[in-house]
């Protein structure tokens, strides 16, 4: 007689397996979409410094102490009020610059590793000569 063994993280590989190309096609897609209206400047004063970090780090927070850590690789979309949008990565201290056009912006988080959970997304203006700071932070889920 045979016995057949459950093993639920096959299972959850074989639905997020699909999942993920998925994603990675609408990522794709969203950038090469980018493509319609720039929304890329040349001003080397104006656009956006996005930090991206996740936490809590350690289940107990101590005042006056960073419970945060710096995300590698996290993919953000930014959107612009007018239409065009651009997608971009962290790099290993979590942050990026970008040169963009002045106007008004979304930006996401769209992949986030190491977490649990996404920051809402947040508008912000970028006006001529202005670099906007944005910090975001993704939920580890540790309590």
């Given at each position: 007689?045979?016995?057949?063994?459950?093993?639920?993280?096959?299972?959850?590989?074989?639905?997020?397996?699909?999942?993920?190309?998925?994603?990675?096609?609408?990522?794709?897609?969203?950038?090469?979409?980018?493509?319609?209206?720039?929304?890329?400047?040349?001003?080397?004063?104006?656009?956006?410094?996005?930090?991206?970090?996740?936490?809590?780090?350690?289940?107990?927070?101590?005042?006056?102490?960073?419970n945060?850590?710096?995300?590698?690789?996290?993919?953000?979309?930014?959107?612009?009020?007018?239409?065009?949008?651009?997608?971009?990565?962290?790099?290993?201290?979590?942050?990026?610059?970008?040169?963009?056009?002045?106007?008004?912006?979304?930006?996401t988080?769209?992949?986030?590793?190491?977490?649990?959970?996404?920051?809402?997304?947040?508008?912000?203006?970028?006006?001529?000569?202005?670099?906007?700071e944005?910090?975001?932070?993704?939920?580890?889920g540790?309590?």
């Amino acid at each position: 007689m045979t016995i057949l063994q459950f093993h639920p993280h096959r299972a959850l590989a074989a639905l997020y397996r699909p999942l993920a190309l998925l994603l990675g096609a609408l990522l794709s897609l969203s950038t090469a979409s980018g493509c319609a209206k720039d929304i890329l400047g040349s001003d080397p004063s104006t656009g956006l410094a996005v930090t991206v970090r996740k936490g809590p780090i350690q289940p107990v927070a101590r005042e006056g102490e960073d419970n945060s850590a710096p995300v590698d690789g996290a993919v953000v979309f930014i959107e612009a009020g007018g239409g065009g949008d651009t997608t971009l990565k962290t790099d290993a201290d979590g942050s990026f610059h970008v040169l963009l056009n002045p106007g008004d912006y979304v930006v996401t988080v769209r992949v986030c590793p190491g977490t649990m959970g996404l920051p809402a997304p947040r508008e912000t203006t970028v006006a001529s000569g202005q670099m906007v700071e944005l910090a975001l932070e993704c939920d580890t889920g540790i309590r």
